[in-house]
């Protein structure tokens, strides 16, 4: 299994665009990364999801380099109510057999007025 | 898109008596789901695979006499923490994927369950 590593935390006002790096170096060849955004007393909510190079939608983007080992969530013009922790997740569930998801510590982001 | 029910969303017992706690997929069935325990200032912690139809995989330190979880339909699992203690005061929350999806773009979690035993 893929471990994740990231900042613990991060801080930033709003208007400004956030970018969240997670290290994965022992990626395997089939594994996603995946970015989770979690509110106190709620579950996970799915942001974006990513194989390699860049992935965009309406809430954020994903960046990964060609050798997969990190990747970097953008959030564009953050707001007050994007302060949430961010999960980076590396994993397979490819087929009928699912992969388990390991969750790391997070990332605390913390936005200002 | 897919959701996940859970219920309920809060709850107080005891401590020695049961609590069950239901996951549900509401428009999508799941052969697989999954349940999480977190504490406060945390991470999820991955305690369980529910199978339908078949037991649950437990991970490494979950006791299952404990925690039982039960997938008898493809759209609800239940975990039912049993002989409760303080200790075992914590959010849970479960996830579930539509089988087929390809990568695990359809993970989905549920809004969790503040468990707290007195």
């Known amino acids: 299994l893929a471990k994740t590593t990231q900042p613990i935390s991060m801080d930033s006002y709003e208007g400004q665009e956030v970018n969240i790096t997670c290290s994965h170096n022992?990626?395997?060849?089939?594994?996603?990364i995946t970015w989770y955004q979690q509110f106190p007393s709620q579950g996970p909510r799915f942001i974006i999801q990513?194989?390699?190079t860049k992935v965009t939608n309406e809430v954020a983007s994903l960046f990964i380099p060609a050798d997969r080992k990190s990747s970097t969530l953008s959030l564009p013009r953050v707001s007050l109510s994007d302060t949430a922790v961010y999960y980076c997740?590396?994993?397979?569930?490819?087929?009928?057999?699912?992969?388990?998801?390991?969750f790391g510590r997070g990332t605390q982001l913390t936005v200002w007025p | 898109g897919a959701v996940v029910s859970q219920h309920p969303s809060r709850v107080i017992c005891k401590s020695g008596t049961s609590v069950k706690i239901e996951c549900r997929s509401l428009?999508?069935?799941?052969?697989?789901m999954f349940w999480y325990r977190q504490f406060p200032k945390q991470s999820l912690m991955l305690m369980a695979t529910?199978?339908?139809?078949?037991?649950?995989?437990?991970e490494q330190g979950v006791e299952k006499d404990k925690f039982l979880i039960n997938h008898a339909s493809l759209t609800l699992s239940t975990l039912t923490v049993t002989s409760a203690h303080p200790e075992d005061s914590s959010f849970y929350i479960c996830?579930?994927?539509?089988?087929?999806?390809?990568?695990?773009?359809?993970?989905?979690f549920g809004s969790g369950t503040r468990l707290t035993v007195v």
């Open positions: 428009d999508f069935q799941a052969t697989t």
């Open positions: 529910s199978n339908e139809g078949s037991k649950a995989t437990y």
């Open positions: 996830s579930a994927s539509a089988p087929g999806t390809g990568g695990f773009y359809g993970y989905t």
């Open positions: 990513g194989y390699k």
């Open positions: 022992n990626i395997a060849t089939n594994d996603y």
């Open positions: 997740l590396v994993g397979d569930a490819r087929g009928s057999t699912l992969g388990r998801l390991y």
